[in-house]
């Protein structure tokens, strides 16, 4: 019932910056979390940011201080600032939501993915 679409990754520098966008669209009785996973080749998809169902927010470790989540109706935005050639990933958007109709059904949508890669 939604759908996430990212967009904005691309080639950039050691200490640059790029902007990740994230719009979500369909029908959804709660929205739960909101946010950013990302995973690197080789790696496990880990957390980067997200908000929960009242709007905190929560940075994993190793980009607090350098990237900031936003968001605007149902767009959500991943400011990354200070990049790190450890940056570099495969970056999605999810939403973990509630849907009912005749009963409740907790569901997941995720983002095909958007690529970062910081050169160093």
């Known amino acids: 019932q939604r759908e996430v679409v990212e967009s904005g990754g691309g080639l950039v520098q050691t200490g640059g910056s790029l902007r990740l966008s994230c719009e979500a669209s369909?029908?959804?009785?709660?929205?739960?979390?909101r946010g950013w996973y990302r995973q690197a080749p080789g790696e496990r998809r880990e957390l980067v940011a997200q908000?929960?169902?009242?709007?905190n927010t929560y940075y994993a470790d190793s980009v607090a201080g350098r990237f900031t989540i936003s968001r605007d109706k149902d767009t959500i935005y991943l400011q990354m600032s200070s990049l790190k050639p450890e940056d570099t990933a495969v970056y999605y958007c999810y939403e973990d939501y509630v849907y009912c109709a005749d009963v409740c059904h907790p569901l997941h949508a995720w983002g095909q993915g958007t690529l970062v890669t910081v050169s160093s």
């Open positions: 908000f929960d169902s009242g709007d």
């Open positions: 369909g029908t959804a009785t709660s929205i739960q979390r």
